[in-house]
Structure formats: structure tokens, C-alpha cells
């Protein structure tokens, strides 16, 4: 075959490639969160094995999983499920990593071995194929369909910076500290708030001194979730940076010792990096995923009520 031939007919296939994909190729990308230990690894993990047992189960026996599911995909002509078969697509060049599935199956599935899974701090994203046939006659002659479930698990704690992302860095901070003189929190933060009464409207610009700010504030909110329980904390990354780690433009703290800083103090230096951090998580995850969901599932944690808590 001439080189023009190999050309022509390679473009054939990848317009009829394409034009099928655009005809029978569907996809979804589902969000699934919540807060720490909420159980959104354990309900993805559930979620994608009863998928897979219902699309061909152990060695094409098809299984009993979600009666409901399975009801809406009983075909009405009375041929069975429209549900052929149910795989997991290759990761191919997913750019973010991919949701061990198989490695955190068997770790649950070790009886009384077995371990609850890590938390969360990072996304992770699976995609399972499910092939559906067509229910009508006609749809039929345009071939099976495709629906592509991308699944996103991603750290809840995240969730908390959306509204933070509208305000200025003075407002964030007034409503902070309200939180912070309030019980439970004030025992939790007393030694934060102790170092700011320390500290000058006019301070220069400091690495330590945010940096040591950063930490006092960081472990006020960490003892805020370990020994009450409380759950809006704000910056979220603080509790869960994720893969970056913690970041230099993350060393802040709310403080509203110096309501109009000049370039230079510290101060100005604080509010930079507020502003520097809101652009960072809007960028790296709001604007690059979040804006991206089909739908989103929130888990939540049902503990005891506790009338310090919020």
C-alpha cells in the first residue's frame, strides 16, 4: 500500500472511531467526598466491586448486587439486563493518581486481619466502562453503548476553602479569631492567641515569625478536629495539604493587629500569602476538577452529639 493509502485509510478509522465515540461513548465523572474518616474509601471500594459483580460477577456469573440498579437495567422486551459487561479502562494518561482499587480491596477484605484504610489526603481517580445495550429496535443498529464512570476520591477537608475563596483577608480573619474565643476552641488555641498579643502593627515582614504563627495556628485547629470533633476549620489544606505538602505561601494566620499593613511588614506579608493561597487552591483543584464534576457525593460522620461541639 502507497504511503497516500496508509494515510487515507488510517483518517477513516479515526473519523469512524471518532464518530462513534460521539454516537455510543457517554462519560460521568462523579466526585466522592467527606471529611476524615467519613468512609469514602470503603463506599467507592463497595460501590466498584458491586458494579463489577453485577456486570459478569466470578467467572461470568453474573451476581445479585444492587437490586435496584439492576431493576432499572432489566430490559422491558424481556431480554435481560442491558447491562453486558462492566470493566476497569486503563489508566492510560490519567493525569493525577489512580484510586488503588485492587490493593485496598484485599486490605478490607482480610477478615479479622483486615484494616481500615488510610485517610485520604490527595485525589485519586478510577474509570469503569459499563456496556449497556440499547433498548430500542432502532438504537440497536447504531451499536452497544458506553457509559464511562470516572470517580473521583478526594479529601473533604478541601471543601471548607469555598468560602473562603470570596473573602478579603481581613474579613477571614475577624471571623477566625470570633471562632477561636469561643469554647471549645479558645483552650485549644490559647498559646495562638497568646503570641499574637506579642506581636506589633507595624512588625516587619518575618519567615519565622509566620512561620511560627503558621504552626501555632495549624495545631489549634488540629486539636479543634482530634479532641472535640469540630469540622469547620479553615484553611482545610492546613489539615490536608495533599501532594504538595505545606508550601511556603500556606505560612499564614489570621490576625487583625494591623487592619492597614504597607508593603514590607508583616502584615502585608500575611495578607499576600492569603490572597497567594486562595489563586494556588482555585488553580490547582477548584477551577482544574471541581468545576469538571457530573455530580458529587458528600459522606458524613454521625457521632455523638456533643453540646461544645459545632
Same mark, same amino acid.
Given at each position: 500500500?502507497?504511503?497516500?493509502?496508509?494515510?487515507?485509510?488510517?483518517?477513516?478509522?479515526?473519523?469512524?472511531?471518532?464518530?462513534?465515540?460521539?454516537?455510543?461513548?457517554?462519560?460521568? +465523572?462523579?466526585?466522592? =467526598?467527606?471529611?476524615?474518616?467519613?468512609?469514602?474509601?470503603?463506599?467507592?471500594?463497595?460501590?466498584?466491586?458491586?458494579?463489577?459483580?453485577?456486570?459478569?460477577?466470578?467467572?461470568?456469573?453474573?451476581?445479585?448486587?444492587?437490586?435496584? @440498579?439492576?431493576?432499572?437495567?432489566?430490559?422491558?422486551?424481556?431480554?435481560?439486563?442491558?447491562?453486558?459487561?462492566?470493566?476497569?479502562?486503563?489508566?492510560?494518561?490519567? !493525569?493525577? *493518581?489512580?484510586?488503588?482499587?485492587?490493593?485496598?480491596?484485599?486490605?478490607?477484605?482480610?477478615?479479622?486481619?483486615?484494616?481500615?484504610?488510610?485517610?485520604?489526603?490527595?485525589?485519586?481517580?478510577?474509570?469503569?466502562?459499563?456496556? @449497556?445495550?440499547?433498548?430500542?429496535?432502532?438504537?440497536?443498529?447504531?451499536?452497544?453503548?458506553? @457509559?464511562?464512570?470516572?470517580?473521583?476520591?478526594?479529601?473533604?477537608?478541601?471543601?471548607?476553602?469555598?468560602?473562603?475563596?470570596?473573602?478579603?483577608?481581613?474579613?477571614?480573619?475577624?471571623?477566625?479569631? #470570633?471562632?477561636?474565643?469561643?469554647? *471549645?476552641?479558645?483552650?485549644?488555641? #490559647?498559646?495562638?492567641?497568646?503570641?499574637?498579643? =506579642? @506581636?506589633?502593627?507595624?512588625?516587619?515582614?518575618?519567615?519565622?515569625? #509566620?512561620?511560627?504563627?503558621? +504552626?501555632?495556628?495549624?495545631?489549634?485547629?488540629? +486539636?479543634?478536629?482530634?479532641?472535640?470533633?469540630?469540622?469547620?476549620?479553615?484553611?482545610?489544606?492546613?489539615?490536608?495539604?495533599?501532594?504538595?505538602?505545606?508550601?511556603?505561601?500556606?505560612?499564614?494566620?489570621?490576625?487583625?493587629?494591623?487592619?492597614?499593613?504597607?508593603?514590607? =511588614?508583616?502584615?502585608?506579608?500575611?495578607? !499576600?500569602?492569603?490572597? #497567594?493561597?486562595?489563586?494556588?487552591?482555585?488553580?490547582?483543584?477548584?477551577?482544574?476538577?471541581?468545576?469538571?464534576?457530573?455530580?458529587?457525593?458528600?459522606?458524613?460522620?454521625?457521632?455523638? *452529639?456533643?453540646?461544645?461541639?459545632?
Amino acid at each position: 500500500m502507497t504511503t497516500f493509502g496508509i494515510t487515507l485509510r488510517d483518517g477513516l478509522h479515526a473519523t469512524r472511531d471518532a464518530a462513534n465515540a460521539a454516537m455510543n461513548v457517554r462519560t460521568q +465523572r462523579i466526585a466522592v =467526598t467527606g471529611l476524615s474518616r467519613a468512609g469514602k474509601t470503603v463506599f467507592l471500594v463497595s460501590m466498584i466491586s458491586n458494579l463489577l459483580a453485577l456486570g459478569h460477577g466470578v467467572a461470568g456469573t453474573r451476581r445479585h448486587t444492587l437490586p435496584k @440498579l439492576a431493576e432499572l437495567l432489566e430490559d422491558k422486551g424481556g431480554e435481560g439486563s442491558r447491562l453486558l459487561d462492566v470493566e476497569i479502562e486503563n489508566s492510560g494518561t490519567q !493525569d493525577f *493518581p489512580l484510586f488503588d482499587y485492587e490493593g485496598l480491596r484485599d486490605q478490607l477484605a482480610r477478615g479479622a486481619a483486615a484494616t481500615w484504610p488510610p485517610v485520604t489526603d490527595r485525589p485519586a481517580m478510577i474509570t469503569l466502562r459499563l456496556k @449497556l445495550r440499547r433498548s430500542s429496535r432502532l438504537g440497536q443498529f447504531a451499536g452497544d453503548r458506553v @457509559l464511562r464512570l470516572e470517580l473521583l476520591d478526594y479529601p473533604g477537608e478541601w471543601l471548607m476553602d469555598l468560602p473562603l475563596l470570596e473573602q478579603s483577608y481581613e474579613t477571614w480573619s475577624a471571623e477566625a479569631l #470570633a471562632d477561636l474565643s469561643q469554647k *471549645p476552641r479558645s483552650s485549644f488555641a #490559647a498559646e495562638f492567641l497568646a503570641f499574637l498579643r =506579642t @506581636l506589633q502593627a507595624a512588625a516587619p515582614a518575618s519567615e519565622k515569625t #509566620a512561620l511560627h504563627g503558621f +504552626r501555632l495556628y495549624k495545631d489549634a485547629l488540629l +486539636r479543634s478536629r482530634q479532641e472535640a470533633g469540630l469540622r469547620w476549620l479553615q484553611p482545610g489544606r492546613f489539615l490536608m495539604p495533599g501532594p504538595d505538602g505545606e508550601i511556603p505561601l500556606m505560612h499564614f494566620f489570621p490576625w487583625t493587629g494591623a487592619p492597614s499593613p504597607v508593603r514590607g =511588614t508583616l502584615g502585608a506579608q500575611l495578607r !499576600d500569602r492569603f490572597e #497567594a493561597y486562595k489563586k494556588w487552591a482555585r488553580a490547582s483543584f477548584f477551577e482544574k476538577h471541581f468545576s469538571h464534576f457530573t455530580r458529587q457525593i458528600v459522606l458524613g460522620r454521625v457521632d455523638k *452529639p456533643d453540646p461544645q461541639s459545632d
